[in-house]
């Protein structure tokens, strides 16, 4: 008798430990279809975020390059057409800034003289200015130094326009006398005997 009692009392406890380990299965296995369905979840919404970065890339790609190609013609004969190309590189977003000529593309730092860089770089600070317009004054100093003089009153014309089209107020130091040709408010500061004089 004593056999079958020990007998009895190990087959409850070895069922009370199947029961104990079939409800930690099926606890396992409720929280795998949940976790399942989240990664599921959480690759639809990256898919979706991918199509909206991409969207949204194309959208600023397309601002940046439209802004700067325009101020470029504007002051350029035969002026480079500029091209911004946002692509995924080691996991991060990276931004290739590039000037187009007919079927070449090349670097703005490789590209020739007559102040071109300068010219793209002033259109670029603007066209990141239009992305965020937290404020409506811009500060330049000497921004187009490296502009050939031939270029500096068409230079001027590219500020005017781009002041009135986007609506802002540029506030720009030189030393070139046509880069004021199209100011509306002209301030001439002469240093005198260590002293600056306002005209």
Request: hydrophobic letters at 40%.
């Given at each position: 008798m004593?056999?079958?009692?020990?007998?009895?009392?190990?087959?409850f406890?070895?069922?009370?430990?199947?029961?104990s380990?079939?409800?930690?299965?099926?606890?396992?296995?409720?929280?795998l279809?949940?976790?399942?369905?989240r990664?599921?979840?959480?690759?639809?919404?990256?898919?979706?975020?991918q199509i909206?970065?991409?969207?949204?890339?194309?959208?600023?790609?397309?601002?940046?390059?439209?802004?700067?190609?325009?101020?470029?013609?504007?002051?350029?004969?035969?002026?480079?057409?500029?091209?911004?190309?946002?692509?995924?590189?080691?996991?991060?977003?990276?931004?290739?800034?590039?000037?187009?000529?007919?079927?070449?593309?090349?670097?703005?730092?490789?590209?020739?003289?007559?102040?071109?860089?300068?010219?793209?770089?002033?259109?670029?600070?603007?066209?990141?200015?239009?992305?965020?317009?937290?404020?409506?004054?811009?500060?330049?100093?000497?921004?187009?130094?490296?502009?050939s003089?031939?270029?500096?009153?068409?230079?001027?014309?590219?500020v005017?326009?781009?002041?009135?089209?986007?609506?802002?107020?540029?506030?720009?130091?030189?030393?070139?006398?046509?880069?004021?040709?199209?100011?509306?408010?002209?301030?001439?500061v002469?240093?005198?005997?260590?002293?600056?004089?306002?005209?």
């Amino acid at each position: 008798m004593v056999d079958i009692e020990n007998i009895k009392k190990s087959f409850f406890q070895i069922k009370g430990k199947k029961e104990s380990i079939e409800e930690r299965i099926n606890k396992i296995n409720q929280s795998l279809i949940l976790k399942e369905k989240r990664l599921s979840n959480i690759s639809k919404a990256r898919e979706v975020i991918q199509i909206v970065a991409q969207q949204t890339q194309q959208k600023l790609e397309f601002h940046i390059s439209k802004l700067v190609t325009t101020a470029l013609s504007a002051v350029l004969n035969n002026a480079p057409e500029f091209i911004v190309k946002i692509s995924t590189r080691r996991n991060q977003s990276e931004c290739d800034l590039l000037f187009q000529k007919e079927d070449s593309l090349m670097k703005p730092i490789d590209s020739s003289g007559g102040g071109v860089l300068d010219i793209a770089s002033f259109a670029l600070r603007i066209a990141y200015w239009s992305l965020r317009k937290n404020r409506y004054t811009l500060i330049f100093d000497e921004p187009f130094r490296n502009v050939s003089h031939n270029y500096q009153s068409k230079v001027s014309k590219m500020v005017k326009m781009l002041s009135e089209k986007l609506g802002i107020q540029v506030i720009m130091v030189s030393h070139i006398p046509e880069a004021i040709d199209c100011a509306d408010k002209v301030i001439e500061v002469e240093m005198k005997y260590g002293k600056s004089y306002i005209n």
